[in-house]
């Protein structure tokens, strides 16, 4: 009988997928690259991209938001969205980064994400009103009811984070935070990021945040929202100990 050595599985690569406004990105940036789309030239309408490319309008909008937000499109009321006239080198360069933004280290995005989460709890105790308050409140209630039914409820979870950051009234904080809730949706999914039950804790961690800000105390919320994020950094450094969950499929 033949003897077959095993192949480690260490020789095989985990295989990345790509969201569809990353495609999108990756596009643009050929075309930037080709000549064909040149700065000052307008993009088509989002509704002719999405039949294009076969993708709902959502995707459009997020890939467009990323670009406005470094410069590389500008939308005007009426006239619709255009490259930005920089150098051509300079825009391949925008676009590289946005595409490699969180990819590689979920643990440095966690670390600018936790800075910028802890503002705006402070600011949205502040400037909260009391109907956003009853919003925030139904938020953390559909997170709860996922963790009553042993779920992660990972959306539910981020869409709470979301709230605080609209709520915090600092548009450039809320752009920020919204950027890169796509990049931690995928990493903390791919990393299993609330295995041992951390979503139970991390519901714990909501309420005593929801309740500093109901309270209007900007110091207890900071508080809060920090103790929170260094707990779910250390379940990031933790998960990144062990084999990714696509990688076990």
């Not at 192949?7 to 969201?19: A, D, G, T, Y």
């Not at 990353?22 to 040149?38: A, P, T």
């Not at 039950?197 to 909501?206: D, I, N, P, Q």
């Amino acid at each position: 009988m033949e003897n077959y050595e095993q192949i480690s599985l260490n020789h095989f690569k985990q295989i990345k997928f790509k969201k569809p406004s990353d495609l999108i990105l990756k596009q643009m940036g050929d075309l930037i690259s080709s000549g064909i789309l040149k700065p000052g030239d307008r993009l088509p309408s989002e509704r002719s991209l999405a039949d294009r490319f076969g993708i709902g309008r959502g995707y459009i909008r997020e890939a467009i938001r990323k670009l406005e937000f470094y410069g590389i499109l500008k939308t005007y009321p009426q006239r619709g969205t255009f490259v930005v006239s920089l150098g051509v080198k300079a825009l391949e360069g925008l676009i590289s980064n946005i595409l490699d933004l969180g990819r590689e280290d979920f643990v440095s995005l966690m670390e600018v994400r936790s800075l910028l989460e802890i503002n705006a709890a402070r600011f949205a105790a502040i400037r909260i009103t009391n109907k956003e308050i009853e919003e925030m409140e139904q938020s953390l209630s559909d997170f709860r009811k996922q963790v009553e039914n042993d779920n992660a409820g990972l959306e539910e979870d981020l869409l709470f984070h979301l709230k605080i950051a609209k709520y915090s009234k600092n548009s450039v904080l809320n752009s920020l935070i919204s950027l890169m809730t796509p990049d931690i949706i995928i990493h903390s999914k791919d990393l299993d990021t609330c295995q041992d039950g951390r979503f139970k804790t991390t519901l714990k961690e909501h309420d005593a945040i929801f309740k500093a800000i109901k309270q209007r105390d900007s110091e207890k919320a900071a508080q809060a929202m920090k103790k929170h994020m260094q707990m779910s950094e250390y379940q990031v450094k933790h998960a990144e100990k062990k084999e990714p969950k696509s990688a076990l499929k």
